[in-house]
């Protein structure tokens, strides 16, 4: 007589035990799925500050909305449950496919992409409610808060964590959808059992099953998917593809020669780098008496280490980039080693992969010649790249007649950020004297010479330049009225202007361009 009341309270202990569970499990799902719409935004629009701000703003409001809606849902809690599992590992696991399709294929992105955050945050913030009232029964409610809570933060630290250090470098964003949406709906799945005696429902079981194959398949050929929907970016076929902590890595190959590209923006074009190359090295190296030291900062292609080294008198080369994939690539990797003709390999050359921000303030070695090849601005992370706070330390860093050589935006289609740049240098300390050349992949690109004293005007060049002369250099530090000095404002690394005017000088170029 006491084992059926026995048997009746295990079963409801592993009930118990699933549902807690769950907790934890959808509360890692939901958070990769935050994360997830602020990465992909990022990559494809820039400005991540902007891109999460809005996205966790979107995302928390919509789960305050599906908590209110959970009021209205007043029986069979457990059937409503497992269908909102299975929605919620439908939406958030389709979520990269859906996204990166809608950015090539739509003109809407942002519609697409806040409305697909609304879905999935309406979804998940009906999950805790509906656990909290399925569970009422089983703890007293100071209980039962503390546990479902403290579970769902512990998710929450279990995705933060996990997001960075594994999934986007080793699963990557494609894939790391479809296997979260794939826990949600394999809680869906274990639910369907462990309750079956409740919801009596095998099409139920069948749906979540079916919905868990989905995810499964997306899983499978996420590499597929990834390749398509570059493909569909990239106007060129993709050679190489690779996902960093730090960026998305992406060359092309075609007739536009091998082109490399940054979580989407392109760095460089083969037909054409020379150009941008010879422009951002040879002035601030000719004008140095003695360059026996130079730094790299940025530049993990080793384009600059290269055109650096056709100075014989330059003994030690030292490049500092954040990305080990950048510098493997373009040392291990045979056919984009020779770009740079093998230049990384070079016993003259030092490659250090860390923060150019921490490092300059680290180290005390003193350079005769720095070059600064950062990304561009479009980021409040490369935005401190470029502020008097980074310029001071590089000034720290540059021995007496040393020259930096920074590349500097576009001076035509981002006026105000060339010249808030200028600015930047000159409030730092140091003698900023500005130029630009032309470069056919971006137009009119902009460079600046930076110094303790005013730089010598360079007069003679290594031999084997494909593009600079002295007579092209001296016609390069003359700016016609449309890139002309306009009055901008510095850029510190409280405020971060630059990244301000950067985005609106390119969004009115591209919208000038429709």
């Known amino acids: 007589m006491d084992e059926r009341p026995a048997a009746s309270a295990d079963g409801e202990a592993a009930r118990t035990r699933v549902l807690l569970i769950a907790v934890f499990t959808i509360a890692t799902c939901g958070l990769v799925y935050e994360l997830l719409s602020g990465t992909i935004a990022s990559y494809l629009l820039g400005d991540s500050v902007t891109q999460f701000s809005t996205v966790i703003g979107v995302y ?166 990834v390749d398509w929907s570059e493909r569909r970016l990239y106007d060129d076929p993709v050679v190489l593809s ?37 422009a951002l090295v040879h002035p601030g190296l000719a004008s140095v008496a003695a360059p026996r030291r130079a730094l790299v900062l940025g530049g993990g292609d080793g384009m600059a280490v290269r055109e650096i080294l056709k100075d014989e008198r330059v003994r030690e080369i ?23 003709d093998y230049a990384l390999r070079s016993p003259r050359v030092d490659a250090i992969n860390a923060d150019a921000f921490v ?58 950020a060339f010249w808030s740049i200028v600015e930047t240098i000159r409030a730092a300390g140091l003698h900023a004297v500005p130029y630009h050349a032309p470069v056919p992949s971006f137009g009119e690109w902009g460079y600046v010479l930076a110094s303790e004293a005013p730089p010598s005007v360079p007069h003679a060049f290594p031999s084997g330049l494909r593009f600079l002369t002295p007579a092209i250099a001296a016609t390069l530090f003359e700016f016609p009225a449309d890139m002309a000095a306009v009055p901008v404002e510095v850029n510190h690394l409280n405020n971060q202007i630059l990244v301000q005017y950067h985005a609106a000088g390119w969004e009115r170029y591209v919208r000038g361009r429709r």
């Open 60 to 225: 928390l409001f919509s789960m305050g909305v599906g908590s209110y809606l959970s009021r209205y849902f007043q029986r069979e809690l457990i059937v409503r449950f497992i269908e909102i599992e299975i929605l919620v590992g439908l939406v958030g696991g389709l979520s990269s496919p859906a996204l990166f399709f809608a950015f090539s294929e739509l003109g809407a992105f942002r519609v697409v992409l806040y409305g697909w955050v609304t879905a999935t945050g309406v979804l998940v913030g009906l999950e805790i409610p509906f656990l909290i009232r399925i569970l009422k029964d089983q703890f007293p409610l100071h209980d039962l808060v503390s546990k479902v809570l403290s579970l769902d933060y512990l998710g929450a630290l279990a995705a933060s964590l996990l997001f960075p250090l594994w999934l986007v470098p080793q699963v990557g964003l494609m894939r790391s959808s479809f296997v979260f949406g794939g826990l949600n709906v394999l809680v869906a799945v274990w639910t369907c059992h462990v309750f079956r005696d409740q919801h009596r429902r095998p099409r139920l079981t069948a749906q979540a099953y079916a919905a868990l194959g989905v995810l499964v398949l997306g899983a499978v050929y996420s590499d597929d998917l």
């Open 242 to 278: 690779r996902s960093s902590p730090y960026q998305r890595i992406v060359l092309t190959r075609g007739e536009g020669g091998v082109r490399l590209f940054l979580d989407g923006n392109l760095q460089f074009s083969s037909l054409d780098e020379y150009r941008y190359h010879e």
């Open 318 to 340: 030292t490049l500092v980039d954040l990305d080990p994939s950048m510098t493997e690539i373009f040392r291990d990797h045979e056919a984009f080693a020779a770009l740079n």
């Open 359 to 416: 490092w300059v303030e680290s180290d005390t070695t003193r350079y005769d010649f720095i070059v600064v090849d950062f990304p561009d601005p479009r980021t409040y992370s490369l935005g401190k790249l470029y502020t008097t706070t980074f310029y001071r330390r590089l000034r720290e860093r540059l021995n007496p007649g040393g020259v930096a050589a920074l590349q500097s935006t576009s001076p035509l289609v981002s006026r105000q």
